[in-house]
């Protein structure tokens, strides 16, 4: 049996004393605020969305709050995806679901590139994820609509698109 905490056995060495200095701090995890309620609508963005949704008739979508890191990765991610480069593109995307997984506007503009790459599939089931995430954005959840239909369209789908259509519309 093991003597109580704190008690010293006979012949035993004492027990190392450790200063405060040479323990590392412990940092709490740091945590994004909730988003704002549904019936209340996310705050306006000083600047446009940097690049034109998939479909030309579809307006930009008011943005949610995003981290700086995630804004930069966005910023990245575009000028990747108009230099044609998809892949870079999309491993930028993805490290910003990383770091953002609650971000319904990365999860749409990973779908987007995906769509581009001819992914069809992995692009409906990100633009899927996108509308869970999405809450009261309206509009985002439109768009990723549009961009399922597309995707089932290119699969064959024609009854799947016009169903997706039709659930853009009610948006």
Do not use: C, H
Request: proline share 15%.
């Amino acid at each position: 049996a093991l003597p109580p905490a704190g008690v010293r056995q006979p012949g035993a060495p004492p027990a190392p004393v450790i200063s405060r200095s040479e323990v590392p701090p412990v940092s709490a995890p740091s945590r994004q605020p909730l988003p704002s309620a549904p019936n209340t609508p996310p705050p306006a963005e000083a600047s446009p969305p940097l690049f034109a949704p998939p479909l030309d008739s579809v307006p930009p979508a008011a943005p949610a709050p995003r981290p700086p890191a995630v804004v930069a990765l966005l910023d990245s991610a575009g000028r990747q995806e108009q230099s044609g480069q998809l892949e870079s593109a999309a491993a930028t995307l993805e490290r910003a679901v990383r770091v953002d997984p609650r971000n319904a506007m990365v999860w749409y503009r990973l779908a987007r590139v995906r769509l581009t790459q001819g992914q069809w599939q992995a692009a409906a089931n990100l633009a899927a994820k996108s509308n869970s995430l999405a809450g009261g954005e309206a509009e985002l959840q439109r768009r990723n609509w549009l961009l399922i239909a597309e995707a089932r369209e290119r699969q064959g789908d024609n009854k799947g698109a016009r169903a997706a259509r039709a659930r853009a519309a009610e948006q």
